[in-house]
């Protein structure tokens, strides 16, 4: 997504469980890795009754990613 000059690196998933969440993350650091970017957003739909919504960062390899999960 471009913004006011500013390029940011945005994934949305639907939450399939841990392991399809970690492929996304996954994917999301190889999307950094194409546009030169450190920094990348994830946005989780979870329709699971007991989830964690909220905001936290990870670290994939040498990638920062802030994943919402709503």
Not at 21 to 32: F, H, I, K, S, T
Request: aromatic content about 14%.
């Amino acid at each position: 997504m471009d913004y006011l000059g500013e390029q940011f690196v945005i994934e949305l998933k639907i939450w399939r469980g841990n392991e399809y969440n970690e492929r996304g993350e996954r994917q999301l650091a190889d999307y950094l890795d194409y546009y030169h970017k450190d920094k990348g957003y994830l946005l989780s739909f979870n329709f699971n009754q007991k989830k964690e919504v909220g905001v936290k960062e990870i670290q994939v390899g040498d990638k920062v990613i802030v994943e919402a999960v709503v």
